[in-house]
């Protein structure tokens, strides 16, 4: 098969890395890619997005199927493109269809789906400028702390937890009022605050039956101990020590049968991942949110101890056999951190030469985030730069190998958190 990877990030880095195992991948390409997926196919320098130019070079090199990366070409409604196009449609995008991804797209769509669907979430309200009075009202009586979303998408920085009413007005007007985050902030939605331990649980689904794949944890602040500016995520812990047979037993009979089933009683299209982000609170299991594609830095841990081929699995969703797959986990622990540049995940610089990346050993795995080559360098190239992925017979024994390795690669202003998976050591 010849397979388009789109993205340029760790979570692409690592799908391709998986892809590119797989005896019935042919030829991989990835568009834009990084430095660090041209190691598993050719790049391409296309954007995510720019349909007309994917659609020229899948019908000039006969694409067999498209694995769209992040949520950007999916909310922007790639499925349903391809399959309105009938120079496209015979080439699977392993996907929801615009509808599906309004899961992540729109909190308020997802919101308002798990009402319908019974599925336990936080309480909440949304507002839009129209009804921005009745908001300061309700932000005065809420009770604290608050958290406030932005509907749209805001690269993972579009939610605040507030310990005050006068911080949640303020922050609801910089999103209503101001624009904040542009026209993801017209609609924000009020939600309460749910006391517990958040984790990743992710499944494959053709949108009827599903496939769970290994659970994760991220760590989405910038500083040590859980403190400081939201991030894309500083890296990932799999499997979750917590998300036991019980717990997950939970998770599967309240939250993902009930959103499978719900996608297709309301005729929603599903071809693809979902990610529930959920926390426990006190051992019950509560949505925070929905992605519809994987998480990045999570994939950096799930795909390696994922033992299936994944290939497989994306071939069994449109064929609709996904029923007949069973999944295979790596007994091993995996340990992610991400190493960052100087200022993120505010202003920060590009261009810094990266040295002392180790060579590919058994059990530790080296992601591009954001890099390039130029010249014959290895140049840093975004905020998040790399994941040192680590795979041991312990949580603890996989992190101090990450640490370590993550210690001896060298750029100028690199960062990274030593306390990631804290909580379970």
């Known amino acids: 098969m010849k397979i388009l990877l789109l993205g340029s990030g760790g979570r692409e880095h690592a799908l391709a890395w998986k892809i590119a195992q797989s005896p019935l991948c042919g030829q991989l390409f990835i568009a834009p890619g990084n430095a660090g997926t041209a190691q598993f196919g050719q790049n391409v320098n296309i954007a995510v997005s720019a349909l007309d130019e994917l659609k020229a070079f899948c019908l000039q090199q006969q694409i067999d199927m498209v694995i769209p990366g992040s949520e950007e070409p999916l909310v922007k409604g790639i499925y349903d493109h391809f399959k309105a196009d009938a120079a496209l449609q015979h080439i699977p995008v392993i996907g929801p269809s615009k509808l599906g991804a309004q899961l992540e797209g729109s909190k308020a769509f997802a919101k308002q789906f798990m009402l319908r669907h019974n599925i336990p979430t936080a309480a909440y309200r949304e507002f839009t400028e129209d009804t921005y009075a009745e908001g300061v009202a309700y932000l005065q009586q809420h009770s604290l702390p608050i958290v406030i979303k932005a509907d749209g998408l805001a690269a993972g920085k579009g939610v605040v937890i507030v310990d005050s009413a006068e911080e949640a007005i303020a922050e609801f007007t910089h999103m209503i009022k101001a624009a904040k985050f542009g026209d993801a902030s017209k609609r924000v939605v009020v939600e309460q605050f749910l006391t517990g331990i958040e984790c990743s649980v992710f499944v494959i689904t ?62 929603i299209v599903y071809h693809g991942f979902i990610f ?150």
């Open 276 to 425: 529930f982000g959920l926390i426990n609170v006190g051992g019950h299991p509560y949505v925070i949110e929905y992605n519809c594609r994987m998480g990045d830095p999570e994939t950096e841990v799930v795909m390696p101890r994922l033992q299936n081929d994944l290939v497989a699995l994306f071939k069994a969703v449109p064929e609709g056999t996904l029923a007949a797959q069973a999944i295979q986990e790596d007994a091993r622990a995996a340990a992610t951190v991400m190493l960052v540049s100087k200022g993120y995940p505010e202003d920060y610089e590009k261009g810094k030469v990266i040295t002392n990346l180790p060579a590919q050993q058994p059990g530790q795995l080296v992601f591009h985030a954001g890099t390039k080559e130029s010249n014959g360098q290895l140049l840093t190239n975004g905020g998040r730069v790399l994941t040192v992925t680590s795979l041991a017979n312990s949580l603890g024994e996989a992190l101090a190998q990450s640490r370590q390795t993550a210690g001896t690669i060298q750029f100028e202003g690199k960062y990274y958190r030593h306390d990631i998976g804290f909580e379970f050591l």
């Open 206 to 267: 053709d949108g009827h039956s599903y496939q769970l794949l290994p659970t994760a944890k991220d760590y989405k602040r910038i500083g040590e101990g859980d403190t400081g500016l939201n991030t894309g995520g500083m890296g990932a812990v799999s499997p979750v020590p917590f998300a036991d047979k019980a717990f997950m037993q939970k998770v599967e009979t309240l939250i993902i049968q009930p959103t499978v089933a719900g996608l297709a009683a309301e005729g």
